[in-house]
């Protein structure tokens, strides 16, 4: 069993929401998989184009700014920089 290191609890989620970045040049669909009030696990086609910083914009909610904690071949471990998304 893996310890858990995380600060919050996270719940399960199918949300659409859009990573953006380069000044709002470039947006990547993605689905956030699980989130909590310090992160998210986002799942994405594919990882290579996305930065280490950027910004998460889930439809009526404010845009949240991330930092990649981790990354997969079509995920990514995200902490928001200033918490929180709901």
Same mark, same amino acid.
């Given at each position: 069993?893996?310890?858990?290191? #995380? ?11 859009? &990573?953006? =970045?380069?000044?709002?040049?470039? #947006?990547?669909?993605?689905? &956030? ?20 910083? =950027? ?24 902490? =928001?920089?200033?918490?929180?998304? #709901?």
């Amino acid at each position: 069993m893996r310890l858990e290191k #995380r600060l919050s609890p996270r719940r399960n989620t199918i949300i659409e929401a859009t &990573i953006v =970045f380069d000044g709002g040049r470039t #947006r990547i669909r993605c689905i &956030i998989r699980n989130l909590s009030e310090t992160g998210a696990k986002l799942e994405v086609a594919s990882v290579t184009r996305i930065p280490r910083t =950027f910004d998460l914009v889930v439809e009526k909610v404010r845009p949240q700014a991330c930092i990649v904690i981790w990354r997969s071949v079509k995920e990514l471990g995200v902490q =928001f920089r200033d918490p929180v998304i #709901r």
